[in-house]
């Protein structure tokens, strides 16, 4: 008697994932080598979920959203839009499930710090990607070791999906942008005022987002463009941003951000 075959993933979901995950592994600063040549050729198999299951950093985030509601796949675009983008399956994860995960994950890492990174789950915090930028990130050595605060605030800006209105299309692989960086005032990390950038429009249909226009509002991932947002992916994106930058402003003792950045 043979096993079955493993289920095909959600291909919404798996290409959400690619968009969203494209943008540093191109730069190589996370995820396998061969990711981007799934990303780049559009492959939707077996093989990409590999890629994904070697995102340490979202991978298991997937996971726990996915067995918290219930979804038998990962990669179920539901699964995939609650942690880059944001969506009401994040408060069915209870907080001792997050708890758990985090302590699997990071107790031997950090050590006798642990206890402050575990701060953030009792204040509230729910796997969103804003969650590990800012809540995980400056306990485990991802913003490095050096105190550099303007490196260090660049990486929790370009780090974290942000949202941006594009004000022009410049060409097929540019659009300019309008959107609100980080801002640190020694205390705080709040978001500045809008600033105009150029962000990437990768050119192969698997990574690129839709047509654009004038007036849409946007993901940005680092330089690059990840979709373009609904009204209501944009409510929930700026929601669980906020919830996380409070977070680590005022609800915890021992704020991680304060921890890098000086």
Request: with cysteine.
């Amino acid at each position: 008697m043979t096993g079955q075959a493993p289920a095909a993933p959600d291909r919404d979901g798996a290409r959400m994932f690619v968009r969203y995950a494209y943008p540093p592994n191109a730069l190589g600063y996370c995820g396998p080598d061969g990711f981007r040549d799934y990303a780049e050729a559009g492959v939707v198999d077996q093989g990409l979920v590999k890629q994904v299951q070697a995102f340490s950093g979202a991978w298991p985030y997937l996971e726990l959203i996915s067995s918290g509601c219930d979804i038998p796949d990962p990669l179920d675009r539901r699964v995939v839009e609650a942690y880059w983008v944001g969506n009401d399956l994040l408060d069915q994860v209870l907080i001792g499930k997050l708890g758990d995960s985090m302590a699997e994950r990071f107790r031997k890492q950090v050590g006798n710090k642990f206890q402050f990174l575990a701060e953030g789950v009792l204040a509230g915090g729910v796997p969103h990607h804003s969650f590990h930028v800012f809540g995980v990130y400056p306990w485990v050595g991802l913003l490095g070791n050096d105190r550099m605060t303007r490196h260090a605030l660049t990486v929790l800006d370009r780090c974290r999906v942000r949202w941006g209105k594009v004000i022009a299309v410049n060409s097929l692989a540019e659009v300019i942008v309008e959107s609100r960086p980080l801002n640190w005032d020694g205390r705080l990390l709040t978001l500045d005022e809008p600033t105009v950038e150029t962000a990437r429009l990768p050119l192969d249909s698997a990574v690129s987002a839709p047509g654009l226009t004038p007036g849409d509002w946007v993901a940005l991932h680092w330089d690059w463009v990840c979709d373009k947002l609904t009204d209501r992916q944009l409510r929930a994106l700026r929601g669980y941003s906020q919830r996380h930058l409070d977070m680590v402003n005022h609800r915890v003792d021992h704020p991680g951000t304060v921890a890098a950045l000086g």
